[in-house]
């Protein structure tokens, strides 16, 4: 009889990956911060802060290589926004929204591979939940800018950094994943085999 064999569980989240976030949320409100600075020199800021976000995020979702890291690295970066930077509270909505289909994308993708872990490691499967989460958080930040700050927003000029901050997050989703790869926790396909 043809049994199938089940898969492993996923690991989940321990102290070492919640720092592991922790760190990438640091380097994503740092790289926030020169973004803001760069707006004075490029109109389009927020281009800059897609591949900043992109990047941060693959880095995590590579090094930490669990399920929710993308939701301890939101939680994160929003903790640190809000409670060092003085940023509106509705951002901490964001910890709940911006993870939530990425993370849907993560889980389906890791159900289809023989350990659920090589999600992390391979960029074929990762570059869509970095650039998803990136484009959430773009229309967020222009919701909560033309809502709550109620800033004028000129639809052109959005549209044209919308177009330009897509490219920008698969570029920093690309540049996040090799440059943090030789850091990623999950199991080389030896070690699966084991």
Not at 132 to 138: A, P, Q, S
Request: charged content about 15%; proline content about 7%.
């Amino acid at each position: 009889m043809n049994k199938l064999r089940r898969a492993p569980a996923p690991r989940r989240l321990g102290p070492v990956d919640l720092a592991v976030c922790l760190v990438f949320a640091a380097l994503c409100q740092g790289l926030w911060v020169a973004c803001k600075m760069a707006g004075a020199i490029f109109p389009y800021n927020h281009v800059c802060l897609a591949f900043a976000v992109a990047f941060c995020l693959a880095g995590c979702l590579t090094v930490a290589a669990r399920r929710l890291a993308s939701a301890a690295f939101t939680l994160g970066w929003v903790c640190i926004n809000c409670l060092a930077q003085g940023e509106h509270p509705i951002y901490f909505a964001c910890v709940l929204v911006l993870p939530l289909l990425p993370e849907l994308l993560l889980a389906a993708r890791s159900r289809r591979l023989p350990h659920p872990d090589q999600v992390f490691r391979r960029f074929g499967t990762l570059w869509l939940p970095v650039v998803l989460y990136t484009v959430l958080y773009f229309w967020w930040n222009f919701l909560v800018i033309y809502t709550v700050r109620q800033v004028a927003v000129h639809l052109p000029e959005l549209l044209l950094a919308f177009l330009l901050a897509v490219p920008a997050a698969l570029l920093g989703a690309l540049a996040g994943a090799v440059v943090f790869h030789p850091l990623c926790r999950a199991p080389r396909e030896k070690e699966m085999h084991r």
